[in-house]
Nanobody
Framework: QVQLVESGGGLVQAGGSLTLSCAAS????????MAWYRQAPGKQRELVAA???????TYADSVKGRFTISRDNAKNTMYLQMNSLKSEDTAVYYC????????????WGQGTQVSVSS
């Protein structure tokens, strides 16, 4: 079985920075696309940023220029560097991965809370 574990969330003041990590573990052969999603209270889950195995990157317009997604394929780990945080970035952030493994499929982490105080 594959597990995704996020870390790095917390409380930060507006204008501050946080870095999220997502580590994948299990009988993994390859990870295709990895992505960060977020869900704020009362809102639908939305894509924040995605990165393919070939390092093609997509950002939501709302985070362009402030967030940076990256991955370390050797460690099966993905990161999200978040700078210039705003109160509207407050949400639970989820890690997603399209995994080729003994149990291939689309996997989600448990989520990590990011709270930005104004």
């Amino acid at each position: 079985q594959v597990q995704l574990v996020e870390s790095g969330g917390g409380l930060v003041q507006a204008g501050g920075s946080l870095t999220l990590s997502c580590a994948a573990s299990g009988s993994i052969m390859r990870i295709n696309t990895m992505a960060w999603y977020r869900q704020a209270p009362g809102k639908q889950r939305e894509l924040v940023a995605a990165i393919t195995s070939g390092l093609i990157i997509t950002y939501a317009d709302s985070v362009k220029g402030r967030f940076t997604i990256s991955r370390d394929n050797a460690k099966n780990t993905m990161y999200l560097q978040m700078n210039s945080l705003k109160s509207e970035d407050t949400a639970v952030y989820y890690c997603y991965a399209d995994v080729i493994a003994t149990a291939s499929g689309h996997y989600w982490g448990q989520g990590t809370q990011v709270s930005v105080s104004s």
